[in-house]
């Protein structure tokens, strides 16, 4: 059984910055692609980025690079998603989701084996 937790939501100002992280545990948590999605209110869950276990392939989607990093620790069962020049738009649930293979860059939320249950970020001005 694999199990995603995120954390580190809130609320934050426009401008303002905010790092959320993603814990993995169970079996087969090694040589994983971990990836971040968003969802906000009655639209469809969206990528955000995807990392590889060794830290050194990641992919993002369509003009989330820049105000968006993602990363692991050393020991890479955490995955973070560091945040800035947040926007009123950056608000919604984010959540983190994990295959057991390479990350190919794909979005394809079926692709994905597993799911936290989602951190809220809240983006006021």
């Known amino acids: 059984q694999v199990q995603l937790v995120e954390s580190g939501g809130g609320s934050v100002q426009t401008g303002g910055s905010q790092i959320l992280s993603c814990v993995v545990s169970?079996?087969?948590?090694?040589?994983?692609?971990i990836a971040w999605f968003r969802q906000f209110p009655g639209i469809e869950r969206e990528g955000v980025a995807q990392?590889?276990?060794?830290?050194?392939?990641?992919f993002y989607a369509d003009s989330k690079e820049g105000r968006f990093t993602i990363s692991r620790d050393s020991t890479g069962n955490t995955v973070y998603l560091q945040m800035s020049d947040l926007r009123l738009e950056d608000s919604g649930m984010y959540y983190c989701?994990?295959?057991?293979?390479?990350?190919?860059?794909?979005?394809?939320?079926?692709?994905?084996?597993?799911w936290g249950q989602g951190t809220q970020v809240n983006v006021s001005s």
């Open positions: 989701a994990v295959r057991h293979a390479q990350c190919i860059g794909t979005w394809n939320e079926a692709w994905f084996a597993y």
């Open positions: 169970g079996h087969g948590i090694n040589s994983n692609c």
């Open positions: 990392i590889y276990s060794s830290g050194h392939l990641t």
